[in-house]
């Protein structure tokens, strides 16, 4: 079965570090990925995606992704990070023929201090 | 305006009642799906539909019963609630079951007591 690995369970850094979360996915024919954000009490916001193309992504808020497809990798990157991205980190995997389904990681919880 | 919208917000029952939640999207989506967050955040599919078709069920129990009366509602019943139950549910839809990404709802926080 597929599925969706996200390396950190809980990050702290400190305003303006740099950030990257790990994403890695067992699927090995077409996806598409996908990384969401849900902030405190709220619902999950699309960060960015990959389709196809270019495998660097750029995103709302800063934020990038780099697919790199011989490690099944999605990793989710932002250069200096602000108190005001502290929230949940989602990748997701779509992949072809199964009805649209969304696979989610475990989620990464990011602690901002300012 | 709301693209994907629940109702209620929040939820509180008793073991054994029968509750429904209410998902409503506007923006012209085929999909809809009910995802359950649980308490450790991991979030996983529940339903989804199609055109008012059910396309995925994900070995959820059969308390809980999902009905599209048209494709832009996707309404979830769950029947003699247990406390296990308790949970965030998303609703979410996309424009198709292909590679567009999914718009969720705000959430119904369940608690059962």
């Known amino acids: 079965a597929q599925s969706v690995s996200q390396h950190n369970h809980h990050v702290i850094l400190s305003e303006a570090a740099s950030l990257e979360l790990g994403c890695n996915y067992s699927?090995?024919?077409?996806?598409?990925l996908f990384w969401y954000v849900q902030y405190p009490g709220q619902h999950l916001q699309l960060l960015l995606k990959y389709f196809s193309g270019d495998p660097l992504v750029k995103g709302i808020k800063g934020f990038e992704a780099e697919f790199i497809k011989s490690k099944f990798s999605f990793n989710l990157r932002k250069p200096s990070v602000q108190w005001s991205d502290t929230a949940e980190y989602f990748c997701?995997?779509?992949?072809?023929?199964?009805?649209?389904?969304?696979?989610f990681g475990q989620g990464t919880e990011l602690s901002v201090k300012p | 305006d709301t693209a994907v919208s629940q109702t209620p917000k929040y939820l509180v029952t008793q073991m054994g009642n029968d509750k429904s939640i209410k998902c409503e999207q506007n923006?012209?989506?085929?999909?809809m799906y009910w995802y359950k967050q649980d308490s450790k955040k991991f979030l996983k599919i529940m339903f989804s539909?199609?055109?008012?078709?059910?396309?995925i069920n994900e070995t959820v129990p059969n308390r809980f019963s999902p009905k599209s009366p048209d494709k832009a509602h996707l309404n979830l019943h769950i029947n003699s609630l247990e406390l296990g139950d308790s949970a965030v549910y998303f609703c979410?839809?996309?424009?198709?079951?292909?590679?567009?990404?999914?718009?969720f709802g705000n959430g119904t926080r369940l608690t059962v007591t």
């Open positions: 923006l012209g989506h085929d999909t």
């Open positions: 539909y199609n055109n008012k078709e059910l396309i």
């Open positions: 997701a995997v779509k992949q072809y023929n199964q009805g649209g389904k969304l696979i």
């Open positions: 699927y090995g024919g077409t996806v598409n």
């Open positions: 979410a839809s996309s424009r198709d079951r292909g590679t567009s990404p999914l718009h």
